[in-house]
C-alpha cells in the first residue's frame, strides 16, 4: 500500500476520525478541541463532522473531566480525554491511580475501563516548569495503566485506533514538538498493537533505546557516530507499558551494550527499570554497564539555554554511547 | 529442626500483641492450615496458622500473656524432640531482651557487615588485578568476556583488557581467539623483523621472556601462563614454522627451525632475552643459546627433546591423523598423566586450528624433518654440557612421549633438574604452579 506523508496531529485526527466513525461509543471531551479544532490542531474538523455530543468542550477542569472520562468508561464507551498539558493531568490522579487502573481487578475482570487520556509532555520552546515535564514514569509505576509514548505519525495513528478498540485505560502521552513533524502514514486502515517495538535504525556495536521525542535525537546521534564507524541500532518501544522485552534483550544480546535514553528526570525513571531489566535478564551478554542517558533531576527551566541543558541533546546521546563503547569523549575542539 | 510459628506483624507500628485464644498445648499435633492461636492488639485480633505439620515442642506463653511481635509463639518439631538452646534459625538468643527497643539493635548487628564489603571494594577500584587470598586472581572483566573466555578454556588472567581500568572487555578476548587478528588492543601485540608470527602476550619491562612452543601446539598454549607469572618482564611468544600463523613458513629441519626462531629471537632481544621452551621448542632454545649470536640470559626447558633418542612415533602419526575431537582426544590424553587434566577446550582448540587448510599438512613436513619412526633426528647434548647460562630442566616422570629416564639420563651437572612425579609430557598444564615458580626462579638467578 503506497504511503503518504502527512503530519503527526494529522495522523492523530485520522485515528480519532476513523474509530468515530466506526464506533459510535466513541466520543472525545477536552478543552478548546470543539470550537477551536485543539491547541495543537488535532480535532479540527471533528466537530462539524460528529456533532456538539460527541465531540465536547469542557471547562478548565481537569479533575472533573479525567472523572467524567473513567466514569463513561465504566459503564460501557469509549471516551478520549484530551489533556492539553501532562502535567495537569496531576489533577485527575484519583481517577487515574485509585479508579481507572484497580476497577478491573477489583471487579474480578467484570468491570473494564476502555478510557483513552490523549496528552502531551516535554520540554520545549520555554514553556516553563509546569508545561514541560516528561511524566511516563508516574503512569509507568502504576499496574493496570497502559502507557503509549509514539514517536512518528504512522505510530501516533495506528497506537492510537489501538487504544480505542482494547478495553483497559491507556495514557496516550504525545510530544509538543512531534505535532508538526511528517512521516509516511498507510492509506487505509493502519492499527499498531501494543507491546511491539520497532527498530528504527539496525547496527551491530550498541543498542539505544529511546522513545517519543528522543528517538530522532538518538537517530541523529548515530548518523553522527557512522562517520565514526560506530554501528548504532536504535530501538523504539513505541508502548513503556507494555514493553517489548524480547526486542530490547535481543539486540542487546546482538551488541552487548545498551544506552537508554529518555527525556524525563533520570531519578526513578523508566529508563532505570528497563536497564534493571536488562541486567537481570541479559547480564551475561553485557559488555558494558547499561548506560543511561536522562534528563536532570531539576525542574525544567524558563530560560531556553537552561532548558535544553536540562533534557538530552544529541551530544549528550553520542557521550552515552562512547561511554558504552569504552571510547573516550572526543577532543573538545568546541570548547 | 524445630519450626518456630511467630506471634503476628499485628499492627504496622505495634510491637506487641496480646494472646487470647491458644487452641493447642505442648505435645498436640497440628496440621498444616489449623488455627492454633489468636492473637489481639488495640485495632483488630488475629488468628495465627501453622504453616507446617508437627508437634508442638515448646509454648511458653498463656492465655493473657503479651508476646513481642515476629518472636516466635511456639515451636513445632518431630515427638519426642526438644528444643535446642539457639538453634541457628532461632534468632532468640542474638536478639536483645523484648523490652527493649528492637531498632537500634538490628541496625548495630547489620553495620559492620555492611561497612567491610564497601571498604574491599574501594581498595580494589584503583587496581587492575588484585590477589585475592590463596594466590588466586580477580580480574575486572565484563560478564560477556567471561562467558567468551570461559567457553573457549582462556585464563582471563592472561589476557590483557583495554575497557575501563583495564577491565577484559569481549574485543580483548575474541582479539585473542582471531589468530593472527590485529584485535583493537591499544598497545603493540607484535613485534617487527621476524617472519614468524609474533606475539606479545604481556607487556612489561625489562629483558622479556620468550616461549617457544613444542610439536603441534602454537603460541596461544602459553597464555595460560602469562597472568600467573608473577614476573614484570615482557612475555612473547611465537609460532613455530609449520605450526599456528606460521603455518605458511616452509622451514623443516631442525636447523631450519633453529634459524627461524634465531631471527625472531634476535629481533625481540637485542638487549637480552630468556627464553622458555616446551619439547621440540626447548630444543631449539638449547640449540639458539648454543650458537652464540642471542644474547641469552637464561634457559628452562619443559619436557626437552633433543636429549634421548626416542620419542612416540606412534603419537606423533596418531595425532597428525586424528580428524574428530574423539580421536584426537583419545592420542592427545598420551601427552598427560591423569586424563582429567587434559581439558576439552585444548582439545577442541587444537582441532579448530586444523580447520584452516593446510596445518597438519605443514606439521607432517615438519614431522618428517625432525623426527623418524620413533626416533629423534637431533641432538642437544653437547649444546647442554657446554651452556654457560642458568638453565633448569623440568621432566615429568610419567612421560610417554619423550622417556623421561633418557632425558635424565643426558642433563649435565650444571644443568638444574626437576623431576616431577605424576606428571607427563605437559608440566606447563599438570604442575602449572610449580612450573611458574621455576620458570620464574631461574629467570630471576640470571640477575
Known amino acids: 500500500m503506497a504511503d503518504r506523508e502527512i503530519m503527526y496531529r494529522e495522523a492523530l485526527r485520522e485515528a480519532i476520525d476513523e474509530e468515530m ?315 | 529442626m524445630a519450626d518456630a510459628i511467630l506471634v503476628p506483624q499485628v499492627g504496622q507500628d505495634l510491637t506487641e500483641a496480646k494472646i487470647v485464644e491458644l487452641h493447642v498445648k505442648e505435645g498436640d499435633t497440628v496440621k498444616k492450615g489449623d488455627m492454633v492461636a489468636v492473637v489481639e492488639s488495640e485495632k483488630a485480633s488475629f488468628e495465627v496458622e501453622a504453616f507446617v505439620e508437627g508437634v508442638v515442642i515448646s509454648l511458653p506463653f498463656q492465655v493473657g500473656d503479651w508476646a513481642t511481635v515476629l518472636e516466635p509463639l511456639m515451636h513445632l518439631g518431630q515427638p519426642g524432640e526438644t528444643l535446642v538452646a539457639g538453634p541457628p534459625a532461632e534468632p532468640k538468643a542474638a536478639k536483645p531482651p523484648p523490652t527493649a527497643a528492637s531498632e537500634p539493635a538490628r541496625e548495630k548487628t547489620v553495620v559492620p557487615l555492611a561497612v567491610d564489603p564497601v571498604k574491599a571494594v574501594s581498595k580494589k577500584t584503583s587496581l587492575t588485578v588484585v590477589p585475592a587470598a590463596g594466590g588466586a586472581r580477580v580480574v575486572r572483566s565484563s560478564p560477556v568476556a567471561r562467558v567468551r573466555a570461559a567457553a573457549h578454556g582462556l585464563d582471563l588472567a592472561a589476557i590483557e583488557g583495554t575497557g575501563p581500568d583495564g577491565a577484559v572487555v569481549l574485543r580483548d578476548v575474541d582479539s585473542v581467539l582471531v589468530t593472527g587478528g590485529t584485535g583493537v588492543l591499544s598497545t603493540p601485540s607484535a613485534w617487527g623483523g621476524a617472519d614468524l608470527e609474533t606475539r606479545i602476550l604481556r607487556q612489561g619491562e625489562g629483558v622479556p621472556i620468550l616461549f617457544i612452543h613444542g610439536f603441534g601446539a602454537d603460541l596461544s598454549s602459553w597464555r595460560p601462563m602469562v597472568g600467573a607469572l608473577g614476573i614484570g618482564c615482557p612475555l612473547l611468544a611465537l609460532d613455530l614454522p609449520g605450526h599456528g600463523g606460521s603455518r605458511g613458513h616452509g622451514a623443516a629441519d631442525f636447523d631450519a627451525l633453529v634459524e627461524a626462531v634465531g631471527r625472531a629471537a634476535a629481533a625481540a632481544g637485542r638487549d637480552g632475552i630468556h627464553l622458555v621452551g616446551h619439547s621440540l621448542g626447548a630444543a631449539i632454545a638449547a640449540a639458539l643459546t648454543e650458537r652464540g649470536d642471542l644474547d641469552t640470559r637464561s634457559l628452562t626447558l619443559l619436557s626437552p627433546a633433543g636429549l634421548g633418542p626416542s620419542i612416540d612415533g606412534a603419537f606423533v602419526d596418531g595425532f597428525l591423523a586424528a580428524r574428530s575431537e574423539a580421536a584426537l582426544a583419545a592420542w592427545m590424553r598420551r601427552l598427560v598423566h591423569d586424563p582429567a587434566s587434559l581439558r576439552g577446550a585444548l582439545v577442541r582448540a587444537t582441532l579448530a586450528a586444523r580447520e584452516d587448510g593446510g596445518l597438519v599438512e605443514a606439521q607432517k613436513r615438519v614431522a618428517r624433518g625432525v623426527f623418524e619412526g620413533s626416533t629423534q633426528l637431533f641432538s642437544i647434548r653437547e649444546a647442554l654440557a657446554r651452556l654457560g647460562v642458568p638453565c633448569s630442566v623440568i621432566v615429568g616422570r610419567e612421560d610417554a612421549i619423550i622417556p623421561a629416564t633418557e632425558t635424565e639420563a643426558q642433563v649435565p651437572a650444571q644443568v638444574a633438574l626437576y623431576r616431577l612425579p605424576r606428571v607427563g609430557h605437559l608440566p606447563q598444564i599438570e604442575a602449572a604452579d610449580l612450573v611458574q615458580t621455576l620458570i620464574a626462579r631461574t629467570v630471576r638467578s640470571a640477575g
Open chain 1, 21 to 335: 466513525g466506526a464506533n459510535p461509543e466513541v466520543f472525545i471531551i477536552g478543552e478548546g478541541i470543539a470550537e477551536r479544532g485543539g491547541s495543537y490542531k488535532v480535532t479540527e474538523g471533528l466537530l462539524a463532522k460528529y456533532g456538539p455530543k460527541r465531540v465536547r468542550d469542557t471547562p478548565i477542569a481537569e479533575a472533573g473531566m479525567i472523572g467524567v472520562g473513567v466514569g463513561a468508561a465504566i459503564a460501557g464507551t469509549r471516551p478520549i480525554v484530551e489533556i492539553l498539558y501532562v502535567d495537569f493531568a496531576m489533577l485527575g490522579m484519583d481517577m487515574i491511580v485509585n479508579q481507572a487502573a484497580k476497577f478491573r481487578l477489583m471487579t474480578g475482570g467484570e468491570g473494564r475501563v476502555p478510557f483513552v487520556m490523549r496528552t502531551q509532555g516535554g520540554a520545549g520552546g520555554g514553556v516553563a516548569a509546569q508545561h514541560s515535564q516528561s511524566l511516563e514514569a508516574l503512569f509507568y509505576h502504576i499496574p493496570g495503566l497502559r502507557v503509549v509514548m509514539p514517536s512518528t505519525p504512522a505510530d501516533a495513528k495506528g497506537l492510537l485506533k489501538h487504544a480505542l478498540r482494547q478495553s483497559d485505560p491507556v495514557m496516550f502521552l504525545e510530544h509538543k514538538h512531534l505535532y508538526m513533524t511528517k512521516g509516511p502514514v498507510p492509506e487505509g486502515e493502519h492499527v499498531v498493537a501494543f507491546g511491539k517495538g520497532a527498530i528504527r535504525r539496525q547496527g551491530k556495536d550498541v543498542t539505544v533505546i529511546a522513545w517519543s521525542n528522543m528517538v530522532q535525537r538518538a537517530l541523529d546521534a548515530a548518523e553522527d557516530l557512522a562517520a565514526e564507524g560506530i554501528d548504532v541500532e536504535v530501538i523504539d518501544p513505541r508502548t513503556l507499558v507494555p514493553l517489548d522485552e524480547d526486542m530490547i534483550l535481543a539486540s542487546v544480546a546482538k551488541t552487548r551494550r545498551a544506552v537508554i535514553v529518555q527525556e524525563a528526570p533520570r531519578r526513578g525513571g523508566v529508563a532505570s527499570d528497563i536497564a534493571s531489566i536488562i541486567q537481570d535478564k541479559a547480564f551475561f551478554e553485557l559488555d558494558a554497564p547499561v548506560t543511561i542517558v536522562a534528563g536532570l533531576n531539576v525542574p525544567i527551566p524558563f530560560n531556553l539555554t537552561l532548558e535544553a541543558a536540562s533534557v538530552p541533546q544529541k551530544d549528550d546521546v553520542v557521550g552515552g554511547i562512547r561511554r558504552a563503547l569504552h571510547i573516550g569523549p572526543l577532543a573538545a575542539a568546541a570548547e
